[in-house]
């Protein structure tokens, strides 16, 4: 009779000690996970803050240009509509999904394309060019553009991660059993594999 009480106890012991090391196995995994989403997290507000940056220098930039030349109105119209667009479209960085993060690039390469064509009339206007306030903004520009392409990448490596990381098993059965869904990337617009015609 005692034999069988201690061997009781001991197949007892065995199934909580069980248990207790795959609640502990699943509770390192979860741990790991959180701070990898809070990474993406962080990396979308970068990317936010550059974004805001550039719209942010728009205006000051449309003055400038609007201020120093007689300069075509629908141009500038189209300027300050893409980034009024662009700021319109918001985020949840802890919900982000695949159609979110699209179209938030899409209203972005809106802004891209209205300040290239401006650039581009810009060029008719010399005496614009030549002025130091231009120049810095311009500069200013450029250095947001190149930030937001850092930011950018930062986003896509650590959603990389991220999604590595959840993907794999048994990394996978926490990450559903908790909820954490998969994080969407930056991708190059379509046509952007296709270097544009200039003509002069």
Do not use: C, H
């Amino acid at each position: 009779m005692e034999k069988k009480t201690v061997s009781g106890i001991v197949i007892v012991i065995v199934v909580i000690a069980g248990v207790l090391l795959i609640i502990s196995w699943g509770v390192g995994i979860y741990n790991k996970l959180v701070p990898m989403n809070e990474k993406v997290e962080t990396q979308w507000s970068n990317v936010e803050t550059q974004y805001q940056r550039r719209a942010d220098l728009i205006p000051n930039f449309v003055n400038t240009v609007k201020g120093a030349a007689a300069f075509e109105q629908e141009t500038l119209t189209k300027v300050i509509e893409a980034r009024a667009k662009a700021t319109q479209v918001t985020v949840d960085p802890s919900n982000i999904t695949p159609e979110q993060l699209q179209q938030f690039q899409a209203a972005q390469g809106e802004i891209s394309s209205a300040l290239a064509r401006l650039m581009v009339v810009v060029e008719r206007y010399p005496e614009l060019k030549a002025t130091q306030n231009f120049r810095d903004l311009q500069v200013e520009l450029e250095g947001t553009e190149n930030r937001i392409s850092v930011a950018r990448n930062n986003f896509n490596e650590a959603a990389r991660e991220y999604n590595t990381f959840k993907k794999q098993f048994p990394n996978n059965i926490i990450a559903s059993l908790a909820k954490f869904s998969d994080r969407p990337y930056f991708e190059a617009q379509q046509g952007t594999e296709v270097a544009p015609k200039v003509e002069f």
